[in-house]
């Protein structure tokens, strides 16, 4: 069964700077996606950036950027100038064909203004 | 376009009540899925549907029952509510994992067993 994982329980950064979520996953598989999502205290949960495992370059979304390394299976999210409106659950999740979406624990993001 | 909508958002039941979590999309997703959320925790997948009149347990169906008889509704039943159900629940739909993979989420439902 494929898992996700995610090493760091809770994170803080300062506003301003950047900061660097990891997640590693476990998988056969050679297709597949990623994705970080955010959920803020209002429980939605909101899609930050996908990443399709057939496409080497790293996906981008304005001040997020991911770490996807193929061979390590190792997929972090790096957000830069952090904001206030950052601080959140962040989830990292594994899709493969068919299969439903597996997520990781989450990282719990403070932001320290 | 609403997307996915949860009702109700707040629930409180008493042991061995039963209820059912209502979930419709309008997007045309084939694709629908049940996940709870214990405090804490990540999202843990109960049942999902790959289409109208297909549905298949997750990892953790225990004390719960779906239908889908239509591709807009998965509504989520829990039969004789216990503590251990208490947790926020998800519902999520997607196209087939052949586009883009992504789920859209509702906004939750919060349950409470007493």
């Known amino acids: 069964a494929q898992t996700v994982t995610q090493s760091q329980p809770e994170m803080s950064v300062q506003e301003a700077e950047t900061v660097t979520l990891s997640c590693t996953y476990d998988t056969s598989e050679s297709d597949y996606y990623l994705f970080w999502y955010k959920q803020p205290p209002s429980r939605q949960m909101i899609l930050v950036i996908r990443?399709?495992?057939?496409?080497?370059q790293n996906a981008t979304e304005n001040r997020f950027s991911v770490n996807f390394q193929k061979a390590a299976k190792s997929f972090s999210l790096k957000i830069s100038d952090s904001q206030l409106g950052d601080a959140a659950m962040y989830f990292c999740?594994?899709?493969?064909?068919?299969?439903?979406?597996?997520f990781g624990k989450g990282t719990r993001l403070s932001v320290i203004a | 376009n609403a997307g996915v909508t949860q009702t109700p958002k707040f629930r409180i039941l008493k042991i061995g009540q039963s209820m059912t979590l209502q979930c419709t999309q309008d997007m045309n997703h084939n694709y629908m899925y049940w996940y709870r959320q214990d405090p804490g925790m990540g999202l843990k997948l109960i049942y999902y549907s790959v289409g109208a009149g297909i549905t298949d347990k997750g990892e953790v169906p225990n004390g719960y029952n779906v239908s889908r008889s239509t591709t807009e509704d998965f509504p989520l039943r829990l039969e004789l509510a216990a503590p251990s159900q208490t947790s926020v629940y998800f519902c999520a739909s997607s196209y087939s994992p052949l586009k883009t993979g992504e789920l859209f989420f509702g906004e939750g439902s919060r349950l409470t067993v007493l």
């Open positions: 990443q399709e495992a057939y496409k080497q």
């Open positions: 999740a594994y899709r493969a064909g068919n299969t439903p979406l597996v």
